[in-house]
């Protein structure tokens, strides 16, 4: 009986340990931070579309999401990290790396002159994510694999 117990423990802590190997990968990270910036756009698309009241702080923290993630991202594709976990991330992106690394410089800029100027209504959201918008959009036709 105890034999089990000690077997059942020990799987269980291999699992667990796997889990916490798996969330410091690259791909997972770069998976986490995609999330971050959807969760973002979720909430100014909301706005802009009428869906949700206007918040100034909603906004703020989004556009500092997004401008956080477009800085740090290309950082989490290191050489080796091609492949696995689910990655969405097409092979381009270690042929350009530097047009890959301009294209979030992009979007960074776009968050960033959207946070100078905070939009103060529901008007000066849809501005904002008209600028910011074909960032994501652009990137995403050229460096990620549709599914």
Same mark, same amino acid.
């Given at each position: 009986m105890?034999?089990?117990?000690?077997?059942a423990a020990a799987a269980l802590a291999v699992i667990g340990a796997g889990a916490v190997v798996a969330a410091d990968e690259p791909q997972v990270v770069r998976?986490?931070?995609m $999330?971050?910036?959807?969760g973002a756009m979720g909430a100014l698309s909301g706005i802009a579309k009428g869906e949700k009241p206007y918040d100034a702080e909603v906004v703020k923290a989004s556009l500092t999401t997004m401008s956080e993630v477009a800085k740090a991202f290309p950082e989490q594709f290191p050489v080796g990290s091609?492949?696995?976990?689910?990655?969405?991330? $097409?092979?381009?992106i270690w042929e350009k790396m530097d047009d890959?690394?301009?294209h979030a410089a992009k979007l960074g800029a776009a968050a960033d002159t959207a946070l100078a100027s905070l939009p103060a209504d529901q008007t000066g959201v849809v501005a904002a994510l008209g600028a910011i918008g074909p960032n994501c959009g652009g990137c995403h036709e050229v460096y990620r694999v549709k599914k």
């Open positions: 105890k034999f089990r117990t000690l077997a998976q986490q931070m $999330k971050k910036v959807g091609e492949t696995g976990h689910d990655t969405e991330a $097409k092979a381009t890959f690394k301009a």
